[in-house]
């Protein structure tokens, strides 16, 4: 059982929630050791921002961005379908 | 799209063996809660968790207010006061037991967590002399300021505080580790918890676990009615890996279950009808109290439960004339006159007397200090808003001091759902346990949303720990459990088979299926006929179906067995349904074939439980629990005397 290679594809959806800043982010993986979800996964290169491997599954909880060492380096960004309106008070 | 080599080590066929005193399964609140009162006990414990500890769980990445403190030094109230208009608001569709817990030691767990370095008062004199502030304690309450029992609370560090307190006390945390089964002997009827089995979800490493004691702390099941393959991290409210892994294995092990026929029409999807919690204008929950105006700025008034206009914003955090305090929270929607809250005027009144669509929130019009708990504090603390709508919006140019958030359909959910498009939401069913939390299996505990009728992080945080201490009692009086090794052999096989399959479905295809399935038989109107067309189809897919799921790496494994659990827990719900032969309007229930509504001799809970692969029905009295208090003393002489004494010093 032990000789089963292993593969993954990155997993598109609609959305793009996570986004790095490449010259920002230090490639820590704070932000995959904190996703709940395992959105993330390390690059392939060391020091590279993480793949975003299945961003449909995403929950917008915020976790890599309170993770994240570099203000900046992750933006989380909704499905333009949840972007709340709002309008100047009346 | 590029293939990438497996980024992590491949552990496909190794395993491990490891073994414990108390074995905690699911890292949120309820099971960090168990793991610490179990270390606290002396006993060797493992926790396993399948995201990451530190963020993971409903609470994970925030929680802003805790309910039913009621022996918080400002509470006017007594547990048993509050556990019972629980129970009487709920029609005694209720978990006495756990409610009556919440209130009672929910704030011996809100001092541990100061302990632990969480933040529960207003240390930096933020919101001093705002009403819903006692300025000596520094405590701030949220819904109602006369009765003072719900705090506002700094969620956001709980879970990487628990986490550390876990890590402080020996507990060896397995994070990345699905529990998937529990491991079980049989002694004549009476089935005997040994431990579970796991597997790491990035490595594909399989682990059993034998245990003296399990505490069964993950989820309520999702992703049942609701799904959506393009966005399915956003398809329910829970978190992703929340399904009700617990219940699925939970069933499968003979454990006894009640109200599973209960769903109600979907409140959360945003994949689909909904916008993600608390990002659009609304005034429930977090955000209880803010100001709604309609289309031209006309403000909507509150009333008090007696349909009287509120003058004040002040009013709508206190009781009506005559009432000693009113119900609010996760699980109250439209609350008894008894317990009823203040709320909005009904969109029909609103409606009829010319009020425009869309609503808004208006913070503007707000006092400063509630203007600035709700966002700032409420928004900003609660799950899955501090970055995703404090930061978002802010960022976006959002000020609540000019600009207003719009509302969605008519009521606080920004929602229109179809009656078809269900959720386990609103204290829904789950595991019933005996005043240890223990299952029918012994030696197994649940906790927090693993239990039935529950809700709220300070019920889950209570039962957690309760149970913890209950299942270290119990570990410390017992020989260790029999390993049955054929046991977990047949689970690692189980787990590994979709990598070996040659091509077929995947775990989206599955889902997507089940839901559709559920959608068409086991929809808001239920009968008989309907339901075993429901059966059948999910029977036709574990056998044809099953077999040919297809995966290529340990995490679409992991959604592979979640979907598995899905199946399982969906059958559970379809002969759960098929058990009330009656409607019933507390449990949401509606049966075209026996459409009576609540006949009295129905008024019980139904029991679900697999035997020999068929659902056995069980019938409980509403009242089974006892007086809670009463009860409760009975049970709990050590920790009255030995613990609870150090938190009222």
């Known amino acids: 059982m032990s000789n089963k290679e292993l593969f993954a594809s990155e997993v598109p959806c609609s959305a793009n929630p996570i986004t790095y800043n490449k010259e920002l982010c230090i490639g820590c993986n704070s932000c995959t050791n904190a996703c709940p979800i395992d959105v993330l996964v390390p690059s392939e290169v060391k020091g590279q921002s993480p793949v975003v491997m299945y961003p449909g599954e995403c929950i917008y909880c915020g976790a890599c961005v309170m993770e994240c060492p570099v203000e900046g380096a992750i933006h989380l960004e909704h499905p333009l379908i949840n972007r709340t309106k709002f309008v100047p008070v009346k | 799209m590029s293939l990438h080599k497996w980024p992590y080590a491949n552990e496909i066929g190794r395993e491990e063996h490891l073994e414990c005193d108390v074995l905690v399964l699911g890292g949120g609140l309820a099971g960090c809660y168990a793991a610490i009162a179990a270390a606290r006990k002396g006993q060797k414990v493992i926790l396993m968790e399948k995201g990451a500890t530190k963020r993971s769980g409903s609470a994970g990445s925030g929680f802003d207010h805790w309910e039913s403190a009621c022996t918080n030094p400002g509470s006017q109230v007594t547990p048993k006061e509050v556990a019972e208009a629980y129970i009487d608001e709920q029609d005694h569709y209720s978990n006495g037991i756990a409610h009556y817990i919440e209130c009672r030691e929910g704030w011996d767990r809100l001092l541990d967590m100061e302990s632990f370095g969480g933040k529960i008062r207003d240390t930096e004199d933020e919101f001093k002399g705002a009403e819903f502030r006692d300025d000596e304690t520094k405590l701030m309450y949220a819904y109602d300021y006369t009765n003072r029992y719900t705090l506002r609370i700094w969620g956001s560090g709980f879970k990487p505080a628990l986490y550390k307190e876990c890590q402080k006390l020996g507990v060896k945390v397995l994070d990345r580790t699905e529990a998937t089964s529990l491991l079980t002997k049989k002694e004549g009827d009476k089935i005997i918890g040994a431990g579970a089995c796991g597997m790491n979800v990035r490595t594909g490493k399989f682990y059993s676990v034998s ?80 100001t709604m105006v309609d289309a031209r700025g006309v403000e909507i008034p509150y009333l008090d439960r007696d349909g ?39 969109f029909e009144e609103l409606a009829k007397r010319g009020y425009k669509l869309p609503f808004y929130a208006d913070l503007s019009k707000m006092p400063e200090m509630e203007r600035k708990v709700i966002w700032g504090m409420m928004v900003g603390e609660e799950g899955r808003t501090k970055i995703p709508v404090l930061k978002y919006y802010t960022e976006k140019g959002f000020d609540p001091e000019k600009h207003m958030l719009q509302s969605y359909g008519t009521g606080w959910q920004s929602a229109n759902f179809l009656g078809q498009e269900r959720q386990l939401f609103g204290a829904p069913g789950g595991v019933i346990t005996d005043w240890n939390l223990m299952t029918n299996i012994e030696g197994v505990y649940a906790a927090g949303d693993q239990l039935y009728a529950m809700d709220c992080g300070g019920a889950a945080s209570a039962t957690g720990y309760y149970a913890g201490r209950k ?158 208090e009463e009860m409760y003393e009975k049970y709990n002489r050590d920790y009255i005397e030995e613990e609870a004494p150090k938190y009222y010093e």
């Open chain 2, 211 to 290: 245990a003296k004691s399990t505490i069964l702390a993950m989820s309520r099941p999702a992703r049942v009615w609701l799904f959506n393959a393009d966005l399915p991290g956003l398809c329910e409210f829970r978190p992703f890996n929340s399904i009700g892994s617990g219940h699925a294995m939970g069933y499968r092990a003979g454990m006894e279950f009640t109200m599973m026929e209960k769903s109600v029409r979907g409140e959360f999807s945003a994949a689909g009808r909904s916008y993600p919690p608390y990002s659009t204008g609304n005034n429930h929950n977090t955000w209880y109290g803010a």
């Open chain 2, 308 to 346: 009287n206009e509120l003058k004040s914003v002040s009013e709508r955090f206190n009781p009506a004339k005559g009432q000693k305090f009113f119900l609010k929270g996760g699980v109250i929607d439209e609350a008894k006159y008894e317990y009823r809250g203040p709320e909005t005027m009904p």
């Open chain 2, 471 to 628: 299942a270290a009692v119990h570990a410390s009086e017992i020989a260790p459990v029999e390993y049955d090794r054929a046991q977990a052999e047949a689970e690692k096989e189980r787990l590994l088979a979709p990598l070996y399959t040659e091509e077929g479905y995947s775990w989206k295809e599955l889902n997507f299926a089940i839901s559709k399935c559920m959608q068409n038989y086991c929809a808001e109107v239920k009968c008989e006929e309907l339901l075993n067309e429901g059966l059948d189809l999910l029977n036709t897919y574990s056998e044809d179906i099953v077999p040919k799921l297809h995966c290529e790496n340990p995490h679409d494994l992991m959604r592979t067995h979640e979907v598995l659990d899905i199946l399982d827990v969906s059958k559970m719900i379809l002969e759960a349904c098929k058990m009330r032969k009656s409607s019933s309007a507390p449990l949401c229930f509606q049966r075209s074939d026996y459409p009576e509504m609540d006949p009295e001799e129905d008024k019980k809970f139904l029991t679900i439980r697999l035997e020999n692969g068929k659902a056995v029905r069980g019938e409980i009295p509403h009242d089974y629990y006892g007086d809670v």
